[in-house]
């Protein structure tokens, strides 16, 4: 079965900083890849996505994830973080060797100082 | 279009009760699933389904039962409520195998 890991439960950064956010997965095969964000109160909005093709993906809101098989890796980056970034972010991978059944991970709280 | 809806926003109900939260979608997919959000943990599977009349079970599906009548609702059904079942649920619904996922608003359910 697949897994997913983000081993940071809460991250400060100050806006116009640079973010990193860490996922870590487990899966057999090439894996479809997500992130999501969720702000307070709120349902899922999908940031990005990876199927397959480029490693490097670029979503919405200035955000970008690069998969990086050797390491099951899938990180999400912004090179300049804005207040309204801050929100809890997940990282999900699909089941079946689908977009389907995802599993996610249990989240990264993102704090933006001004 | 309206999206993927869910109704009610929020349920308060006592141990023993049942009870039956709404899922409808409006843009034909086929797929529609059922996650539970708790604290730290992410968002877990209940329930999915592939298409009208198919169902199946996800991560964490007791105490849950679902059907799939029509391709626009999905419905999940809670015989007997637990303090257990306290979370929060979303509905997802999506088209074909690589189509991205749409979640509802969410039900914030508490069981007393």
């Known amino acids: 079965a697949q897994s997913v890991t983000q081993p940071d439960i809460h991250i400060t950064v100050s806006e116009g900083a640079s973010l990193e956010l860490r996922c870590n997965y487990s899966?057999?095969?090439?894996?479809?890849l997500f992130w999501y964000v969720q702000s307070p109160g709120q349902g899922l909005q999908l940031l990005l996505k990876?199927?397959?093709?480029?490693?490097l993906v670029q979503g919405i809101k200035g955000f970008e994830a690069e998969f990086k098989r050797s390491q099951s890796s899938f990180n999400l980056r912004k090179p300049s973080v804005h207040w309204s970034d801050a929100a809890e972010y997940f990282c999900a991978v699909g089941g079946g060797g689908s977009a389907r059944q995802l599993t996610f991970g249990s989240g990264t709280q993102l704090t933006v100082l001004p | 279009n309206a999206g993927v809806t869910q109704t009610p926003k929020f349920q308060v109900l006592k141990t023993g009760q049942s009870m039956t939260l709404q899922c409808a979608q409006d843009?034909?997919?086929?797929?529609m699933s059922w996650y539970r959000q708790d604290p730290g943990m992410g968002l877990r599977l209940i329930h999915y389904?592939?298409?009208?009349?198919?169902?199946d079970q996800g991560e964490v599906p007791n105490g849950y039962n679902v059907s799939r009548s029509t391709t626009e609702d999905f419905p999940l059904r809670l015989l007997s409520a637990a303090p257990s079942q306290t979370s929060v649920y979303f509905c997802a619904s999506s088209y074909g195998t690589a189509g991205e996922q749409y979640f509802g608003p969410g039900t914030r359910l508490t069981v007393t």
């Open positions: 990876y199927f397959s093709g480029d490693t």
């Open positions: 899966y057999g095969a090439t894996p479809y």
């Open positions: 389904s592939v298409g009208a009349g198919i169902t």
């Open positions: 843009m034909n997919h086929e797929y």
